[in-house]
């Protein structure tokens, strides 16, 4: 938990402000790191629990900011404004989808009067989404690509919708290829590349029928969630890690390789 603000202190903060023209110079509460968004996510937002014992935004300002990697400003997102016993706030990030950015929070005092209050104190702070999708682990080089070949998706993380796809770029042309999914991830030495999907009782998902990378090395497997049964049923909220496992030809000699992979959090 943070605490921005002092009882008894002049200014109203966890630490020592000079006065400006009668007014005190802004704390401001910012993650250390900077925290990726990723491109295909549904509904990302912050939520965080707070206290407030100031006299919020009348005229205390307890802000919250952002700040995009690179940039030298940052962005008022809300304001916690509802004095009283702990609550929670949501704000939404999505205009920030596919950037790495900080949070902060921004407490502002004003003058030096009634700053005599517990401040802003708060805690659980989290980014969380509806559904999202990030890539993981190592792509190989391959035949085709120094870099290896890349797993993607297209179409709506939304179940209902039943129009998502997964993808392959920079796989290598004319070479077969099979998608397969699991609960786990990790990462071991295979073939020429690596495993990054663990299996469990069930094993491994495998989705039929493999498929052909093109003259682009690219693939497309369109994915009909009415059809999955069983073991290999998809559910809102659960997490699914695919990976793509394709055929490859080095110096004449068959192998094989895999992807990178893909951690999917689906929507109902």
Known sequence: MARM???GS??????????????????????????QIPVNVVNPRLEFDSFVDMEACAPDIPAIIVQVEGASTTSTIGYDCATGPWHSTSLDLSQWAGERISIGFRFFTIDEINNDGLGWLIDNVRIVADCASENYCVASANSASPTGAIIGSAGSLQLAQNNFALTLQDGPPGQFGVFFYGPYQGQTPVAQGFLCVGADQFGFRRLFPAGQVDAQGDMVFPLDFTALTGAHTILPGTVVNFQCWYRDMINGASTSNFSDALSVSFCP
């Open 10 to 35: 002049g200014c109203g903060f966890v630490s020592t402000c000079s006065f400006i023209a009668g007014t005190c110079n802004p704390r401001v509460l910012q993650s250390v790191e900077s925290i």
């Open 5 to 7: 603000g002092d009882q």
